[in-house]
């Protein structure tokens, strides 16, 4: 007898309609990682100006543009893997783009559900939903929301979650 060999992102649920996250999130990574990067760059570029003299820092921000288009046009891809799903009985949240990922938080595991925003989240609008289970130290997150469908989320999240405790 031979197995099929069937590919891990084959095996996602289809029938889900996946919700995809603001495209606003897009803008909030990039400049999230151009800002890490650019630290990134200016301490690089102090021993290499000392070292080299501007050769150094001209090396320093030439490694920087680089990098930054590269992760630029990583993290640009990555958020379109990122959706999230809400079921009968549980909530499925996927992403990943070279490792891909799918989290299933049943109802009746969930025990405390956060909503966050970062000084960066905050100016362009986004808010995150953290669902923290039973598990010890479990925790999903669904980021890049328009605060009213975040906190929509949450509230159909907590009385689902509700539902499920007092059935049993």
Same mark, same amino acid.
């Given at each position: 007898?031979?197995?099929?060999?069937?590919?891990?992102?084959?095996?996602?649920?289809? !029938? &889900?309609?996946?919700?995809?996250?603001?495209?606003? $999130?897009?803008?909030?990574?990039?400049?999230?990682?151009? =800002?890490?990067?650019?630290?990134? #760059?200016? &301490?690089? #570029?102090?021993?290499?100006?000392?070292?080299?003299?501007?050769?150094?820092? @001209?090396?320093?921000?030439?490694?920087?543009? =680089?990098? /930054?288009? @590269?992760?630029?046009? #990583?993290? /640009?891809?990555? &958020? +379109?893997?990122?959706?999230? /799903?809400?079921? !009968? !009985?549980?909530?499925?949240?996927?992403?990943?783009? $070279?490792?891909?990922?799918?989290?299933?938080?049943?109802?009746?595991?969930?025990?405390?559900?956060?909503?966050?925003?970062?000084?960066?989240?905050?100016?362009?609008?986004?808010?995150?939903?953290? &669902?923290?289970?039973? +598990?010890?130290?479990?925790?999903?997150?669904?980021?890049? $929301?328009?605060? /009213?469908?975040?906190?929509?989320?949450?509230?159909? $999240?907590?009385?689902? #979650?509700? !539902?499920?405790?007092?059935? =049993?």
């Amino acid at each position: 007898m031979s197995a099929k060999t069937v590919p891990v992102w084959d095996l996602w649920p289809g !029938e &889900v309609t996946w919700q995809p996250m603001s495209p606003k $999130l897009r803008t909030v990574w990039v400049l999230r990682s151009l =800002l890490n990067l650019f630290l990134l #760059a200016v &301490v690089a #570029a102090v021993p290499l100006g000392i070292w080299l003299g501007w050769r150094g820092v @001209l090396w320093a921000l030439c490694g920087y543009v =680089l990098l /930054a288009g @590269l992760r630029a046009w #990583a993290v /640009a891809r990555t &958020v +379109a893997t990122w959706g999230y /799903a809400e079921r !009968e !009985e549980d909530l499925l949240v996927r992403h990943g783009l $070279l490792t891909r990922r799918l989290n299933i938080v049943p109802y009746g595991r969930i025990q405390l559900i956060d909503l966050s925003a970062g000084p960066i989240e905050r100016m362009f609008g986004l808010t995150t939903v953290q &669902v923290r289970t039973a +598990a010890l130290g479990s925790t999903s997150e669904v980021p890049g $929301l328009e605060p /009213a469908v975040a906190s929509a989320l949450r509230d159909r $999240l907590a009385l689902r #979650a509700a !539902e499920v405790r007092e059935g =049993l």
